[in-house]
């Protein structure tokens, strides 16, 4: 089956069978920020955007994402969004382990999107539902937090 797909920006046409999942395909395409991992979606270290969303690309079968926008770790740090979150996790002294990191930067990208101003308590349950633990929860709060500060500063809004 044909598919196509946009994969970092770039239009990709794949020959694959529609139940491959879209880490395998990824994979074949010499793109490795998203690591396997669980194989089921949980652990998160497979995690690409899906038409700006974050998903666990090893549960993705490719034949029903015929026409998505894929982003993977490599193009999202090309992104005033990824500068800002690399910003808050340096002043908040949080280093990511490598594994968990796209995960961890395109989760935070999401909830920056969907939350203006998000508190301490919804930064540090977010923190809490992240796996991997290379990084101190409480820590990994103040990131979110500085990486919030830095978005408004780069848009002009009063944080």
Same mark, same amino acid.
């Given at each position: 089956?044909?598919?196509?797909?946009?994969?970092?920006?770039?239009?990709?046409?794949?020959?694959?069978?529609?139940?491959?999942?879209?880490?395998?395909?990824?994979?074949?395409?010499?793109?490795?920020?998203?690591?396997?991992?669980?194989?089921?979606?949980?652990?998160?270290?497979?995690?690409?955007l899906?038409?700006?969303?974050?998903?666990?690309?090893?549960?993705?079968?490719?034949?029903?994402?015929?026409?998505?926008?894929?982003?993977?770790?490599?193009?999202?740090?090309?992104?005033?969004?990824?500068?800002?979150?690399?910003?808050?996790?340096?002043? &908040?002294?949080?280093?990511?382990?490598?594994?968990?990191?796209?995960?961890?930067?395109?989760?935070?990208?999401?909830?920056?999107?969907?939350k203006?101003?998000?508190?301490?308590?919804e930064?540090?349950?977010?923190?809490?539902?992240?796996?991997?633990?290379?990084?101190?929860?409480? &820590?990994?709060m103040?990131?979110?937090?500085?990486?919030?500060?830095?978005?408004?500063?780069?848009?002009?809004?009063?944080?």
């Amino acid at each position: 089956m044909r598919i196509h797909l946009k994969i970092n920006g770039r239009d990709t046409e794949i020959d694959a069978n529609p139940n491959e999942k879209l880490l395998d395909i990824l994979r074949a395409e010499k793109i490795f920020s998203a690591k396997a991992g669980c194989g089921k979606g949980r652990c998160g270290v497979c995690t690409v955007l899906l038409d700006g969303k974050p998903v666990p690309s090893c549960r993705i079968p490719i034949g029903t994402i015929d026409g998505a926008d894929v982003t993977t770790l490599e193009h999202f740090k090309t992104t005033q969004s990824y500068e800002n979150i690399a910003n808050g996790l340096k002043k &908040a002294g949080v280093h990511l382990c490598g594994f968990c990191s796209a995960a961890k930067i395109l989760s935070v990208h999401e909830l920056l999107e969907s939350k203006y101003r998000p508190t301490r308590e919804e930064c540090l349950e977010f923190a809490e539902r992240l796996s991997c633990t290379c990084t101190e929860k409480n &820590a990994f709060m103040n990131a979110i937090l500085y990486a919030t500060a830095f978005k408004h500063d780069r848009d002009g809004m009063k944080s």
